[in-house]
């Protein structure tokens, strides 16, 4: 079992930066593949981003490329996303999550079906 807290959303103007942190707690955090995603209101949750247990493997959804960055800090059992140059279109609550890498270091995940462990989410909301 893991525990996760995301934290650092909030209410920023088109073309500005947030960065999201997510927490974790429980069983070894460097045991997990972490992926962030996001739910838009009226709108599936949908993958944003993911790396591996190592930290040496990441992968982005295409509207994110280039924008955002997903990095970890296994001493700190933490995970980040970096997001800059936001637009309107990224407005929605961002959730953090965990999936068991089975040892593989650069295993990552992209569906959410894959993801056992969620946080409770954290708002953003880019204005025009």
């Known amino acids: 079992q893991v525990h996760l807290v995301e934290s650092g959303g909030g209410f920023v103007q088109a073309g500005g930066s947030l960065r999201l942190s997510c927490a974790a707690s429980?069983?070894?955090?460097?045991?997990?593949?972490m992926g962030w995603f996001r739910q838009a209101p009226g709108k599936e949750r949908e993958f944003v981003a993911t790396?591996?247990?190592?930290?040496?493997?990441?992968y982005y959804t295409d509207s994110v490329k280039g924008r955002f960055t997903i990095s970890r800090d296994n001493a700190k059992n933490a995970v980040y996303l970096q997001m800059n140059s936001l637009k309107p279109e990224d407005t929605a609550v961002y959730y953090c999550?965990?999936?068991?890498?089975?040892?593989?270091?650069?295993?990552?995940?992209?569906?959410?079906?894959?993801?056992?462990?969620w946080g409770q989410g954290t708002q953003v909301t880019v204005s025009s």
């Open positions: 999550a965990a999936a068991d890498a089975w040892g593989y270091t650069s295993t990552y995940y992209t569906r959410r079906q894959d993801y056992p462990y």
């Open positions: 429980g069983r070894t955090f460097s045991s997990y593949a």
């Open positions: 790396i591996s247990r190592s930290g040496g493997t990441t």
